[in-house]
């Protein structure tokens, strides 16, 4: 069984920056892709950014792209969501979640795994 446990939320000024950690553990990581996705309130969940298996492809929402970056350590089962230029609108609660095969990584039905959500909340 894969446990996800994300870290790194909470309260920053608009402008500011965080990083969001999601560490992996229970199975082989460098097997899955990996995604990020966010859910504010009353609104449904939606995808933020996805990375390969081994690193080398990304993918972004239009809404983050240039100012949040996602990586990945495979050696500490943990990958990260760098987020820069925050912005009021970017208040959510923040997912991580891990899926095999790089294929659908912007719908979340198609993840196996799910962390249980760190809040962030950008003040204006």
């Known amino acids: 069984q894969v446990q996800l446990v994300e870290s790194g939320g909470g309260l920053v000024q608009a402008g500011g920056s965080l990083r969001l950690s999601c560490a992996a553990s229970?199975?082989?990581?460098?097997?899955?892709?990996m995604g990020w996705f966010r859910q504010a309130p009353g609104k449904e969940r939606e995808f933020v950014a996805a990375?390969?298996?081994?690193?080398?492809?990304?993918y972004y929402s239009d809404s983050v792209k240039g100012r949040f970056t996602i990586s990945r350590d495979n050696a500490k089962n943990t990958f990260y969501l760098q987020m820069n230029s925050l912005k009021p609108d970017d208040t959510a609660v923040y997912y991580c979640?891990?899926?095999?095969?790089?294929?659908?990584?912007?719908?979340?039905?198609?993840?196996?795994?799910w962390g249980q959500g760190t809040q962030v909340t950008v003040s204006s």
């Open positions: 979640g891990l899926k095999r095969g790089w294929y659908l990584y912007t719908r979340d039905y198609s993840y196996d795994y």
């Open positions: 229970g199975r082989t990581f460098s097997s899955y892709a």
């Open positions: 990375i390969n298996e081994n690193g080398g492809i990304t």
